[in-house]
């Protein structure tokens, strides 16, 4: 009887614990975000078919650059176009400042977690998969920041991220700005990122959905 009390006070510290400091992780997680060393900060960025990449390397154009270095980019392991134009980018830019594309960028893929029109039965084995994929990614890159707009690729990667913040592993900021399509509603990677509030900072395109998502910023459309 003893022992059984001391365990099931064990698991109640425990899952006490282990809230206090999810809890910890949102409120700090929603509070702005400021590098006050100015040192660059090494920033994986989240590519995606249908519009997603035009969208993020125009967002890229207006940062300064130097600071988000070095740069990581991922796209699924059948968007190979996503990775060319990122390429693409990077050499154009190149040539602009002289830097070394193989010392500020890396391009790379990663399984996605559903194809488009796959049955949600094989999904399954192909998300797991997907999962473990972005897991050994995120060991590997350990990002100080992640930059994603809407594609599906992201929600495993931006869930280690959170996880590795609970566990104290790597604090990586998430910036989420939704994709200019997304006028009335979230996308789902949108939706999942507001409500489990994984995001650090949630950008909108619309006003009327920062509105209906009051946690989020509205800047205005970025195209």
Not at 25 to 44: D, F, M
Not at 83 to 106: C, S
Not at 183 to 211: C, E, H, N, T
Request: net charge positive; glycine share 4%; with cysteine.
């Amino acid at each position: 009887m003893m022992d059984s009390s001391i365990t099931i006070a064990a698991v109640i510290l425990s899952i006490s614990l282990i809230l206090s400091r999810v809890l910890y992780v949102i409120y700090w997680s929603g509070r702005p975000v400021r590098n006050k060393s100015l040192e660059p900060v090494s920033t994986l960025i989240v590519l995606g078919s249908g519009g997603h990449t035009a969208e993020m390397l125009n967002v890229l154009s207006v940062l300064q650059k130097d600071l988000f270095a070095p740069r990581f980019y991922i796209a699924a392991a059948t968007d190979n176009m996503s990775l060319q134009k990122a390429r693409t980018y990077e050499n154009q830019l190149a040539d602009k400042t002289g830097a070394e594309v193989d010392k500020t960028a890396q391009f790379m893929q990663i399984y996605r977690s559903r194809e488009v029109g796959q049955s949600y039965f094989t999904s399954v084995w192909t998300t797991l998969i997907a999962t473990l994929h972005a897991l050994w990614l995120m060991l590997k890159l350990r990002p100080q920041v992640i930059l994603c707009n809407g594609p599906g690729t992201c929600i495993p990667l931006c869930v280690i991220a959170f996880i590795f913040k609970v566990m104290g592993i790597r604090w990586s900021s998430i910036f989420y700005v939704e994709s200019i399509a997304r006028v009335k509603r979230l996308s789902l990677s949108g939706l999942i990122l507001y409500k489990l509030y994984m995001a650090d900072q949630f950008f909108v395109q619309w006003p009327q959905l920062q509105r209906l998502y009051p946690r989020a910023r509205y800047v205005g459309c970025l195209m």
